[in-house]
Nanobody
Framework: EVRLVESGGGLVQAGGSLRLSCAAS????????IAWFRQSPGQKREGVSC?????????YYLDSVKGRFTISRNDAQRTAYLQMNNLKPDDTALYYC????????????????????????WGKGTLVAVST
């Protein structure tokens, strides 16, 4: 069974930090681009960050999180991470991880704006709430 399970969300004050995890099973994690998306009530889903796979670990970040968020992956543990520092109330959202298999040299910007059905696997999300 294919699974992506997010964890690490919670309530934090502005300026605080959280580390989200995305644990994968049931597919060859190391061959997939991993992306983090978020969606807050009444807002469109947006791609927050992506990371390549195998030798190409290039990354993409949404402009509003550059310098504050860091994406990483540990293929041996089949887990991806999103370290979020200096959190702001605007970061409040349900955060999802997703996986997609692409060709070599993936276009991570395209992954970040991909339709829901373009991704191969989705988690159910973890809630991040940032208070003032």
């Amino acid at each position: 069974e294919v699974r992506l399970v997010e964890s690490g969300g919670g309530l934090v004050q502005a300026g605080g930090s959280l580390r989200l995890s995305c644990a994968a099973s049931g597919f060859t994690f190391e061959d997939y681009v991993i992306a983090w998306f978020r969606q807050s009530p009444g807002q469109k889903r947006e791609g927050v960050s992506c990371i390549g796979f195998r030798e190409d670990l290039s990354t993409y970040y949404l402009d509003s999180v550059k310098g504050r968020f860091t994406i990483s992956r540990n293929d041996a543990q089949r887990t991806a991470y999103l370290q979020m520092n200096n959190l702001k109330p605007d970061d409040t959202a349900l955060y999802y991880c997703a996986a997609v298999i692409t060709g070599r040299e993936p276009n991570l910007t395209a992954v970040a704006v991909a339709d829901y059905n373009a991704m191969d696997h989705w988690g159910k999300g973890t809630l991040v709430a940032v208070s003032t």
